[in-house]
């Protein structure tokens, strides 16, 4: 049940691209994204809900597949301050199941 | 002001002991949650709560309950403390379930 995320590391010089995907196995109803760097708290980047709606930063786009149960997370140009662990999350209609996905390390160097 | 705040920072006690985290949030949130991170950094959610309804993850072990006394606060009751309950919990809350949210800085929790 917990989503699985691709790839599981990548690394990435400054101002180049990448994607993160998340792919679960359950129909879902939102899609959460959080960032964590080492010794801290995960921070809230982005949430897409079934039907389109999506609440999140400006500067951090994703999609999501509800069909297919996958979402992705698009980083572009991508700063040093990118750098951390990406986890989404995936929660099913009723909220009564939430689950975390594998996670995937990003570092970007200069 | 820190918005979502847990004390303490770390907890060090023995197998077999009953110990508390507690969460506080000034943000007039309605939701708040407690999460697992354990050693191999994979997250889980324990419970989500909101002043209506309380959700557990089926796979929580009794020995954990949550108790809100108000709507800014919940903290996190462990009973008989096991080696394996060792990790950080983090706290976090939202304005709604669907919403951003906000966490506390974590309490390293090590069962020796």
């Known amino acids: 049940q917990q989503p699985v995320q691709s790839p599981q590391a990548v690394i990435l010089r400054e101002g180049e691209d990448a994607v993160i995907n998340c792919s679960s196995s359950?129909?879902?109803?939102?899609v959460h994204w959080y960032r964590q760097k080492h010794g801290e708290a995960p921070v809230f980047l982005m949430i897409?809900?079934?039907?389109?709606e999506q609440k999140g930063h400006d500067k951090i786009s994703a999609s999501f597949n509800e069909k297919k149960q996958q979402s992705s997370l698009y980083l572009t140009a991508s700063q040093l301050s990118y750098s951390g662990t990406y986890f989404c999350?995936?929660?099913?209609?009723?909220?009564?199941?939430?689950?975390f996905g594998t996670g995937t390390s990003l570092t970007v160097i200069p | 002001d820190t918005a979502v705040s847990q004390t303490p920072k770390y907890l060090v006690t023995q197998m077999g002991n009953d110990k508390s985290i507690k969460c506080e949030q000034n943000l007039g949130h309605d939701t708040m949650y407690w999460y697992k991170q354990d050693s191999k950094k994979f997250l889980k959610i324990m419970f989500s709560y909101n002043n209506k309804e309380l959700i557990i993850n089926e796979t929580v072990p009794n020995r954990f309950s949550p108790k809100s006394p108000d709507k800014a606060h919940l903290n996190l009751h462990i009973n008989s403390l096991e080696l394996g309950d060792s990790a950080v919990y983090f706290c976090?809350?939202?304005?709604?379930?669907?919403?951003?949210?906000?966490f506390g800085q974590g309490t390293r929790l090590t069962v020796v």
């Open positions: 999350g995936t929660e099913n209609a009723r909220g009564n199941q939430f689950y």
């Open positions: 897409l809900l079934k039907g389109g």
């Open positions: 976090a809350s939202s304005p709604l379930r669907t919403d951003e949210a906000f």
């Open positions: 359950k129909a879902l109803y939102s």
